[in-house]
C-alpha cells in the first residue's frame, strides 16, 4: 500500500494514505458503507481495528470521508476520491492481451473513420464496466466535399450538403417553379465546381462575387446561402455528436437504481455544451482529465464522474473519448483504458491527414 515514488506527497501520512486507499478501493468493490473490521480483515494494513477506526475518524474530519445515515460504516466523499486520483491510486496500464484485442479490433474499421468513434465508446464500456462516451473528431474550420439536390415536390428540393470530414447536413429548399431532376443536377454541379473543397468562409466569398452578377440564377444564390449558413452552424458547434455505449452498465448501479437520475445525466450530454466547453481545457492538458460529482457543472452532473481524453491534432480536428459512470468508480483503470483508447485514436487521425 506504499505510496508511488513518482507522485506527490499529498496532506496525508503513509498510513492515512493506505487506509484511505483501502476504503475507496473496498467501497468500489462493495457498494457497501466500510467498517474498520473489514479493512483489517481484507487488507494488509500491520495495524489494529482501534487505530483503523481512529484514522478512518480524522479522514472524515478532513473531508474524505463521510458515513451516510446511522451507519457505522464510511464511504468516500468527492474529495476524497479527487486525493485518491491525484496522489494514491496506481498507475495502470491494459494487460498486454487487452491491448492486442483492442488494437485488432481498430485494425478492422482502419480506413472507415466515421466507425471509429462508436467502436471508441463500445470498447471503453467493455473494458471499464461503465459508459464509453466518444465524440467524432471535429475540425476547426469544416470544407465542402459536394452539395446534392433531389427534387422533393414541384415547389421543393432537397439539399444535401456532405463536407469533407464526413459530416452529412440536409434541409428542404423552396422553388419559385418547378425544376425536373436533370435541371437541379446540373445546378448543383456547377456548385459543386465552385465550391468543393472550400471553407465557409470561401463559400461566402464566392457568393459575394456571384451576388453582385446581374444575371446571378437565383436557385444557385439562395442554395448558397443555405450551405453557407449549415457551414457555419457545423464550425460554431465545439461538439458535433455524442455516442456512448455501456448505458445498461451504469443503470445496474445501485447509485442508479433511479432511471429518470441518468436520464437527466444523458440528456446533459447529448446537448453536447458540456463536453464542448471543455474541450478547450482537454485539449491543452495533453492527458486524461478526471472530473469528480460537484467538478462537473451541471447539477445533474454531480452524482457522476467523467474520465475524459481528446485524440486529434488541435490545428485540424479534435475529438473526445472517456467514461461515465458513478464517483464510485474503478479510476485507475478507467484512466489507463482511456489513455490507450485515446493513443490508438491519435494514430488514426494522423493517418487520415497524413
Not at 492486442?100 to 480506413?111: K, S
Amino acid at each position: 500500500m506504499a505510496r508511488r515514488k513518482d507522485r506527490p506527497a499529498g496532506p496525508l501520512d503513509p498510513r492515512s494514505q493506505a487506509i484511505l486507499r483501502a476504503v475507496i478501493e473496498e467501497y468500489v468493490s462493495t457498494a457497501q458503507p466500510v467498517g474498520s473490521q473489514a479493512l483489517v480483515d481484507r487488507f494488509r494494513l500491520g495495524v489494529s481495528s482501534a487505530t483503523v477506526r481512529n484514522v478512518m475518524a480524522e479522514l472524515e474530519g478532513a473531508g474524505y470521508l463521510t458515513h451516510p445515515h446511522t451507519s457505522a460504516g464510511r464511504i468516500p466523499t468527492d474529495a476524497g476520491y479527487r486525493l485518491y486520483v491525484e496522489s494514491i491510486a496506481p498507475r495502470i496500464s491494459l494487460a498486454p492481451v487487452e491491448r492486442l484485442m483492442i488494437r485488432h479490433q481498430f485494425g478492422q474499421v482502419e480506413f472507415a473513420s466515421e466507425q471509429w468513434f462508436r467502436l471508441a465508446a463500445a470498447t471503453i464500456a467493455g473494458s471499464t464496466h461503465a459508459a464509453g462516451l466518444a465524440t467524432p473528431a471535429k475540425p476547426t474550420n469544416c470544407r465542402l466535399r459536394h452539395v446534392d439536390l433531389v427534387a422533393t415536390s414541384s415547389r421543393t428540393a432537397s439539399l444535401v450538403v456532405v463536407l469533407a470530414e464526413g459530416s452529412v447536413k440536409q434541409e428542404l429548399v423552396p422553388l419559385d417553379e418547378p425544376y425536373e431532376q436533370e435541371e437541379l443536377d446540373e445546378i448543383a454541379g456547377l456548385l459543386n465546381g465552385q465550391l468543393g473543397g472550400k471553407s465557409a468562409t470561401q463559400v461566402a466569398n464566392r457568393l459575394g462575387l456571384l451576388a453582385a452578377e446581374p444575371d446571378a440564377p437565383v436557385l444557385s444564390l439562395r442554395v448558397m446561402r443555405r450551405v453557407e449558413r449549415m457551414m457555419r452552424e457545423f464550425d460554431a458547434a465545439s461538439v458535433e455528436d455524442v455516442f456512448s455505449d455501456g448505458l445498461l452498465n451504469v443503470m445496474e448501479a445501485p447509485e442508479f437504481s433511479q432511471s429518470e437520475k441518468l436520464r437527466r445525466v444523458f440528456a446533459v450530454l447529448q446537448n453536447r455544451d458540456y463536453l464542448g466547453s471543455l474541450l478547450g481545457k482537454l485539449a491543452e492538458s495533453g492527458d486524461v482529465q478526471v472530473l469528480i460529482g460537484t467538478e462537473n457543472g451541471p447539477d445533474e452532473m454531480r452524482d457522476v464522474s467523467l474520465v475524459l481524453a481528446t485524440y486529434g491534432q488541435a490545428d485540424r480536428a479534435l475529438g473526445v473519448v472517456g467514461v461515465l459512470g458513478p464517483t464510485r468508480m474503478s479510476y485507475p483503470h478507467a484512466i489507463g483504458t482511456v489513455r490507450y483508447v485515446s493513443g490508438l485514436m491519435n494514430e488514426l487521425v494522423e493517418q487520415l491527414y497524413r
